[in-house]
């Protein structure tokens, strides 16, 4: 399917990205589509696990588009978001001219550093034509990174070039559509996130999590999903050192239905809690008592009113 009808309007957006298996809000489709429309890049900040980077691999699904993604982390560089120079075939061939007799150094210099010899790396790629249109480019937890990469992020996001010393400026033929997201372990200059479209990703409610996992998980039973979600949405309620995220409901629907689990039990729970919390402390405050406590809330809330 072509971007055309996947963006043709703010419905066909939701309608695509929920063939696709990912359900979203329309506040969520209106800021795709307005990103796609007006070809900037859109800004996604909220906890870790709540659909951020999927959205990314949706589009990209729905589109035929490629994906390229930086994965961000602290001490990333230009050089390692955007190219390098393939050192050893630089050498190689730098050995094999000396080997050859030759003597025309300008001529071998810009030999080396040509296109040959250069590594695209994620953004270089995502600038560069693609037969099946323009990329998703996903820029994943930009947080994790440090200010002097923001800032150089600017010129990219800005006017979607970079300049490379020895070849000169590359501008993407096409704007790619950008993805851009935060976990929100640190906040984000301002000055980046003007060049953006924003939108903050929260928890789904108990319905749009319940349709979420039907499609992600469609083999489990319709009683088990339910009470699934249910203590998914109470435990978000407790003071944890990490909320699970939709991810981690989908993972635990997973370990489940693997386990043959028909409906909760404080059992099952207490042997299944790593695939939902991933911190030992959380763990240990679910241990005993309160993980019926809990399953007997999400029950509770479960009965009709």
Not at 64 to 80: F, K, M, N, V
Not at 134 to 145: S, V
Not at 176 to 190: A, C, G, K, Q
Not at 241 to 250: L, M, Q, R
Request: glycine share 6%; with cysteine.
């Amino acid at each position: 399917m072509g971007a055309e009808r996947a963006f043709s309007s703010i419905d066909a957006v939701q309608q695509h990205l929920g063939e696709s298996g990912y359900v979203c809000g329309r506040a969520l489709a209106t800021v795709v589509f307005l990103a796609a429309r007006l070809g900037r890049p859109l800004f996604l900040e909220g906890e870790a696990g709540v659909g951020k980077t999927e959205i990314a691999k949706a589009l990209a699904a729905v589109t035929g588009r490629r994906l390229i993604r930086l994965q961000c982390y602290e001490g990333l560089d230009a050089a390692s978001a955007v190219y390098e120079w393939n050192f050893a075939a630089q050498m190689i061939a730098i050995r094999t001219a000396e080997a050859a007799g030759a003597t025309d150094r300008k001529a071998l210099q810009a030999e080396l550093f040509s296109e040959d010899y250069l590594i695209a790396r994620p953004l270089l790629r995502a600038m560069q034509p693609d037969a099946n249109g323009a990329p998703i480019l996903l820029i994943d937890e930009l947080d994790r990174t440090d200010e002097p990469f923001e800032a150089f992020l600017l010129e990219a996001l800005s006017d979607f070039q970079v300049t490379i010393p020895e070849l000169g400026t590359i501008k993407a033929p096409e704007v790619p559509l950008v993805i851009v997201t935060s976990n929100r372990t640190r906040e984000v200059h301002d000055a980046l996130k003007r060049r953006c479209l924003y939108h903050w990703v929260d928890y789904p409610d108990f319905d749009r999590e319940l349709e979420i996992l039907h499609a992600r998980v469609p083999e489990a039973a319709e009683t088990l999903s339910r009470e699934v979600v249910a203590f998914v949405q109470a435990l978000r309620t407790e003071d944890l050192f990490k909320k699970p995220g939709v991810a981690e409901t989908i993972d635990w629907a997973n370990c489940l239905l693997a386990l043959d689990v028909v409906t909760l039990s404080p059992e099952a729970i207490a042997d299944t809690l790593g695939a939902i919390l991933k911190y030992q402390d959380d763990i240990a405050r679910l241990q005993g008592s309160e993980a019926k406590r809990l399953l007997d809330q999400a029950r509770a809330s479960l009965e009709p009113r």
